[in-house]
């Protein structure tokens, strides 16, 4: 026996299973974005429309809630991922009514609290190649990171679904942000006329 033939075969098997799991990978991420491409187009005239931005954003910084069927755990994103960002930039009374991340980065004190702070407030949406399902993270209509009460529940609930429910949720959610920041509109110009009246 040659062992450093032995040591060569095995180098090389080595080399040909990381290949294989990096091509497999580069698919995975692929399929990944071609999903969140095809969501986006379909929905984005409608976020624009509504005055809102949508991007699609690669980032492994993902906080949510792990995919689950018996345990309750959370999975902080290792590699790059890609998912969509509805954001709030341009909405006086939505762009900062989000809660701080660590409310959802499980590893903090704070995970799960809210810390009494206003973050900038997004929708993300990712997709999970080995369910073929997506994720819906809705961090907007925080009122100094309380829920708002008179606004559905929903709004406020991560989902892991179809495409469709995932629509659904999204609408709820946009209609909820919308109403909160047509009543904030209101309040304020309310505070306006009875100051200057």
């Keep these: ?114 810390c009494g702070s206003n973050k900038p407030a997004y929708i993300k949406i990712r997709w999970d190649d080995d369910k073929g399902l997506y994720h819906i993270m809705p961090n907007v209509a925080f009122d100094h990171n309380k829920e708002v009460e008179g606004l559905d529940p929903l709004t406020y609930k991560e989902l892991t679904g179809t495409k469709d429910m995932v629509i659904e949720r999204l609408a709820v959610v946009l209609a909820n942000a919308m109403r909160y920041e047509q009543s904030e509109a209101s309040r304020i110009a309310q505070k306006w006329e009875e100051k200057n009246s």
């Design 1 to 114: 026996m040659n062992l450093k033939a032995m040591i060569n075969d095995n180098m090389a098997v080595l080399e040909a299973e990381s290949n294989h799991k990096e091509m497999l990978a580069k698919e995975k991420l692929q399929r990944q974005r071609e999903a969140l491409i095809e969501l986006r187009e379909e929905i984005k005239p409608v976020i624009e429309e509504a005055g809102y931005s949508i991007g699609l954003r690669r980032d492994g910084n993902i906080f949510s809630k792990k995919w689950r069927a018996y345990e309750d755990s959370w999975e902080r994103s290792v590699e790059k991922v890609y998912f969509l960002k509805v954001e709030f930039e341009d909405s006086r009374h939505l762009k900062n009514t989000g809660e701080s991340e660590s409310f959802y980065a499980p590893d903090t004190q704070y995970a799960g609290q809210h």
